[in-house]
């Protein structure tokens, strides 16, 4: 396939060829991209021999357990590797504090779609074109290992799948499909692993979601909205940060609204926003301002503040924008 720089890639299979020990890392709230592309990256190197050791800083999340060898993913690096292959971001930070700080690697390889990427690995296999980052390890996969087994194609088919929204978003090309049709032809099940990431809801999250839907507001424009989750809504419902994966979608499902933005309490007076665009608004754009990243579509930050304070402040930039760009634009 054309879809990467022959360049970059040969540079990144030659680094994967040269390195025996390998460290695969991905972003802190791991989602359905960062485990998929990492696991089945890991899979397909120690079929070719090598010692891998899959990093994160955080647990795998209920609804991704059932990927093959997410029992690898673990808080603890070794002394030392050949090669640190960091997936789905393209900041070391974004991977956490300990992967930031670590030096134990010779040579460190990006494999990344997000659109504000900085690039600062040795090398960086950067393609914001591409739908999830686990479409990029299907373009090595098939070359590193054509007849790839259902191990790998089913965390590829997972990646893919939850970066489309289920081949929903924009994001979804040809291509995405096509690398589908063929994870399917080598039998993943499309309905098994639907139920595994979505129809597995623990009853939880179920009253979280309730909860986390009172708080609904509207900005002027009725264009943008928000909901915010706080530690007390987590401590009634007996769940985690990790049971909000999603949550945002509710509130851009409303008609009429542009942009919606999740509010997550994770410290006093300190949120992390996920913002959600229909498509007229950037919202890696609305973010870069305040540290934050992403794609046009998805993006978000971490502020401190009082959260009404920037909610409002939020709700007035998304009625800015809207008013700037017209629904064709
Ligand atoms: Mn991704």
């Known amino acids: 396939m054309a879809l990467l720089e022959a360049g970059v890639q040969e540079e990144a299979l030659k680094a994967i060829a040269r390195a025996q020990t390998v460290v695969i890392a991905s ?14 990256l890991a899979l397909l190197l120690r079929k070719l021999g090598k010692k891998v050791v899959v990093y994160n800083r955080d647990t795998v999340p209920y609804n991704y357990r059932f990927m093959p060898g997410a029992e690898l993913v673990a808080d603890v690096l070794p002394a030392s590797c050949d090669l640190l292959c960091l997936l789905d971001c393209s900041e070391f930070a974004r991977a956490g504090d300990d992967l930031m700080s670590w ?17 600062n690995a040795d090398i960086n296999l ?3 074109e591409a739908c999830a980052t686990g479409e990029l390890i299907y373009e090595l996969a ?12 089913v965390n590829l088919y997972t990646a893919i799948l939850t970066d489309t929204g289920s081949f929903r978003y924009s994001n979804s090309t040809p291509s995405s499909f096509a690398i589908a049709g063929d994870l399917v032809a080598r039998g993943v099940e499309p309905w098994e692993i639907t139920q595994q990431v979505y129809e597995s809801q623990p009853l939880e999250r179920i009253k979280l ?3 986390v839907l009172k708080t ?10 928000a909901v915010w989750v706080t530690k007390e809504m987590f401590a009634e ?21 542009e942009v919606a933005f999740m509010a997550r309490e994770v410290g006093p007076d300190e949120y992390k926003f996920s913002f959600r665009s229909r498509g007229r608004v950037n919202v ?11 794609h046009h579509n998805a993006a978000g930050c971490r502020l401190k503040g009082s959260l009404a304070k920037l909610i409002e402040q939020f709700f007035a930039l998304v009625d800015e924008q809207c008013k700037d760009s017209r629904p064709d634009d």
């Open 237 to 257: 419902t007996g769940t985690d940060s990790e049971y909000t994966d999603g949550l945002v979608n509710y509130p851009r499902s409303i008609a009429g609204v």
């Open 27 to 40: 972003h802190i709230d791991p989602d359905g991209d960062a485990l998929g592309s990492s696991l089945a």
């Open 284 to 294: 890696a754009a609305l973010v870069v301002d305040f540290g934050g990243g992403g």
């Open 209 to 211: 979601i309730s909860l």
């Open 103 to 119: 030096r134990g690697y010779q040579q460190s390889l990006c494999i990344d779609h997000h659109l504000t990427a900085s690039v």
């Open 216 to 225: 609904l507001r509207l900005s002027d424009s009725k264009l943008g909205a």
């Open 142 to 153: 098939v070359i590193l290992e054509p007849g790839f087994g259902l191990d790998v194609a």
């Open 126 to 128: 950067i393609y914001s």
